[in-house]
């Protein structure tokens, strides 16, 4: 069976840096690309990035490039999702979702993280 | 980045109803399109893939139809377990874009 499991909920304050983790299982993690979503209260999913963990090819959207950095290691079937000075916007659930079909759709997702920023 | 644009924003239903969604791609996708159901509090579940293609365990009362940059998700007989948000995405090119989604609540 085909599981991402996600780290926790994190409560950060503005400056602050965050790594969230997704841990994939029961199938082949290092052969698929792996990406994250945001959904921030409310609103709709935003596709932020992805990465192949064989060779760590990397590509973002232009909205997210620069603010976060994904990566991932495929010797603990791991992706991280990454920031270095979090911001109040930054409010949002965090989804990884993974693409096992041709056609690049996301056929299996975490759980999702929330991570809330605050002063 | 290619655009996705869904309608309508919202729609009211019955159970037993036949809904019928839209999204429109800004450029030809041409079949690179998938459709999500997300549940209030869930992550997002693949229904259809490849614009007409049914995920493994999605009941036959989804379907999904389309090419270029049209394209329709229809649910025939509505189910209480169907009131949900339904978003579609382009896998085309990256960034793989999702549209602003369409919930469906009921009447």
């Known amino acids: 069976e085909v599981q991402l499991v996600q780290s926790g909920a994190e409560v950060k304050k503005p400056g602050e840096s965050l790594n969230i983790s997704c841990k994939g299982s029961g199938y082949s993690f290092t052969n698929y690309w792996i990406g994250w979503v945001r959904q921030m209260p409310g609103k709709g999913l935003e596709w932020m990035g992805i990465i192949y963990p064989r060779d760590s090819n990397t590509r973002y959207s232009p909205s997210f490039q620069g603010q976060v950095t994904i990566s991932a290691d495929k010797s603990i079937s791991t992706a991280y999702l990454q920031w270095s000075s979090l911001k109040v916007s930054d409010t949002a659930m965090f989804y990884c979702?993974?693409?096992?079909?041709?056609?690049?759709?996301?056929?299996?997702w975490g759980h999702g993280t929330m991570v809330t920023v605050s002063s | 980045d290619i655009q996705m644009t869904q309608f309508p924003s919202s729609l009211s239903a019955s159970v037993g109803d036949r809904v019928t969604l839209t999204c429109r791609a800004s450029q030809t996708i041409t079949s690179y399109l998938n459709w999500y159901q997300q549940r209030p509090g869930k992550a997002p579940k693949l229904l259809i893939y490849a614009a007409s293609s049914l995920q493994s365990g999605v009941p036959s009362r989804f379907s999904g139809s389309g090419s270029g940059t049209d394209f329709t998700l229809t649910i025939s007989n509505l189910q209480p377990e169907d009131f949900a948000t339904y978003s579609c995405q382009q896998t085309y090119s990256t960034p793989w874009t999702f549209g602003q989604g369409t919930k469906v609540e009921i009447k």
């Open positions: 979702a993974t693409t096992t079909v041709d056609t690049d759709a996301f056929d299996f």
